[in-house]
């Protein structure tokens, strides 16, 4: 009777979790600064549209997001917006010194202004495409694709929105997971391929990856006693794994050639050869405790873009080839043993980059998740 119940209680669990996947995706933030592009049509900044937007938890995620690596400030953001409604690229100043101040006064002035300067000469299309990606079938496959691709169960039930002028095409802050209509159709725009419903779900359900193992990740974290060096060690190898395993897993379901096809990430698959010594050099420094704050952040900047993702989905892959889907399972659910893993399938496979065996057995023995008792 208790295995009765216990299994009940699974597919109780379960069910609710999908059940929570099916609600209607907040547009409310779209909507707004569709307004407040057309209503920039002459030059002049629409004062009450303006703030409507800069007022939506739509644009406090969007603002949000470019915090987690980079650094902005809402002045920054609405300054971007003036600029684009005046059809000019804003002129920014850092708010403080080091690669992420530089870095997301870079994101504003290089990817989100020029998305809104065309989104405001594209209005109708804005529009259309909104109505379209509101009419998305298939919510409730959204929690089911995240949670197989995790080493262990949590219940997961993303709030969802979709948003317009950020700099990332997604992006999960807390329990809220955004999809960029805008930066979607504006890097899509030569080729008029903006994402289908199928690739609209596999986004979704990307970052509620994210926010799942993300938990995970911090238990272990938190086990783990980690400071200074070895805590930039763990939250380096903890973001390969995090955006190595959601776009290998579940954007390209596990499968490397399907991942290849995808345009966003090529340029970053094409600079490995560069980003795998790099990961170790990042590793090492920091192991040594040799990385100030302001290196360790110009370090990582390497990695900004799809660094994180392409070289974390080409590691999990070498395992994922030799060990099959529940190696890469296991490795993520350990993550100071991803080296050593990868070294081992690596020599299986006659990879040419291997990482330093002894950086790797370091790594292993201080950042092993306890044995549980």
Not at 124 to 142: D, H, N, P, W, Y
Not at 155 to 181: E, K, S, T
Not at 248 to 270: C, F, M, R, Y
Request: proline share 5%.
């Amino acid at each position: 009777m208790k295995i009765r119940w216990r299994i009940l209680l699974h597919v109780l669990l379960l069910w609710s979790i999908a059940a929570n996947a099916l609600g209607v995706v907040d547009a409310v933030q779209s909507q707004a600064m569709i307004d407040f592009l057309d209503g920039c049509r002459d030059g002049k900044v629409p004062p009450a549209e303006l703030e409507k937007v800069m007022g939506l938890p739509g644009t406090q995620l969007i603002v949000a997001q470019q915090n987690i690596s980079r650094r902005i400030t809402s002045a920054h953001y609405r300054a971007t917006l003036v600029s684009a409604c005046r059809g000019e690229l804003p002129r920014l100043q850092p708010s403080e010194s080091g690669a992420r101040a530089e870095k997301g006064v870079e994101g504003l002035t290089e990817d989100v202004a020029p998305s809104l300067l065309w989104g405001r000469d594209h209005v109708s299309f804005l529009r259309q495409r909104l109505e379209e990606v509101k009419g998305t079938q298939g919510l409730a496959e959204i929690v089911p694709l995240a949670l197989r691709n995790l080493p262990e169960e949590v219940a997961l039930a993303p709030q969802l929105y979709f948003v317009m002028g950020g700099r990332a095409g997604a992006a999960a802050i807390g329990n809220a997971i955004y999809l960029d209509v805008l930066s979607d159709a504006w890097r899509t725009r030569e080729k008029n391929t903006p994402m289908t419903p199928k690739e609209i779900i596999e986004f979704f359900a990307h970052e509620t990856h994210h926010l799942g193992y993300g938990e995970i990740l911090e238990r272990r974290r938190e086990s783990l006693g980690l400071a200074g060096g070895w805590e930039q060690a763990w939250n380096f190898l903890a973001s390969l794994l995090m955006e190595g395993s959601a776009t290998l897993l579940v954007s390209a379901h596990g499968n490397w050639t399907e991942l290849e096809k995808q345009n966003h990430i090529q340029p970053d698959l094409a600079r490995l050869p560069q980003l795998l010594p790099k990961a170790q050099n990042l590793l090492r420094q920091a192991m040594n405790g040799t990385m100030s704050e302001q290196d360790h952040q110009a370090a990582v900047s390497d990695f900004f873009g799809e660094g994180y993702h392409a070289t974390g989905a080409w590691m999990l892959n070498v395992i994922l080839e030799v060990q099959r889907k529940r190696g890469v399972l296991r490795v993520m659910r350990d993550p100071g043993r991803f080296l050593t893993v990868y070294n081992l399938c690596a020599a299986k496979l006659d990879q040419p980059f291997r990482f330093d065996p002894s950086l790797a057995k370091e790594l292993e023995n201080r950042l092993t998740s306890p044995s549980p008792r």
